[in-house]
């Protein structure tokens, strides 16, 4: 927990948006007038502490169910070293595809290396995704598995401050 050298000012901020920001048309003016700044005070003060390391991260969680995505699944592909870079460029301009990113193989029991999360409105919807990276990626002979998520939970952004 980051505590120590900041000014009040900052672990207001801190407190503030480690929750996440605010779901409204300008999160950063709702902030700050929640703390006593300006707007751009607050996005100014959020570079800094970027820049300074105290905030390591800044990004988003989603809550696919919320949105209506009621399945997901983390795909495993078992691709040559050296097509990584480009299936995995790919599968990445799929609006689908929320996740793509290169793993180490665990050989003999796990040959997969590029893994890539898909969410969907339902298993087949899922499935279909899947077919789809197949057949505009051509990965037809590369060697998968879909692995459905049995269990949802819950996702936190960083903790910097108790409270």
């Not at 592909?77 to 609006?95: I, K, T, Y």
């Not at 999360?117 to 339902?122: A, E, L, T």
């Not at 998520?149 to 960083?158: D, I």
Request: glycine share 8%; net charge negative; aromatic share 8%.
């Amino acid at each position: 927990m980051v505590t120590a050298g900041l000014q009040e000012t900052d672990r207001q901020l801190i407190a503030a948006i480690q929750g996440g920001l605010p779901l409204v048309e300008e999160p950063y003016r709702a902030v700050a007038e929640e703390i006593g700044l300006t707007e751009q005070e607050v996005i100014d003060r959020i570079r800094v502490l970027r820049e300074e390391g105290v905030i390591k991260r800044l990004g988003v969680v989603v809550r696919h169910h919320e949105l209506g995505y009621r399945a997901n699944a983390m795909v495993v592909w078992n691709v040559p070293d050296e097509q990584v870079s480009v299936l995995g460029e790919c599968m990445g301009r799929f609006d689908f595809v929320t996740l793509c990113y290169r793993r180490r193989r665990y050989l003999p029991e796990w040959p997969y290396n590029l893994y890539c999360m898909i969410h969907g409105s339902s298993r087949d919807d899922v499935l279909d995704h899947v077919q789809q990276l197949v057949s505009e990626c051509d990965l037809s002979e590369v060697t998968h598995e879909v692995l459905f998520s049995r269990r949802r939970f819950k996702q936190n952004g960083a903790r910097y401050l108790r409270g």
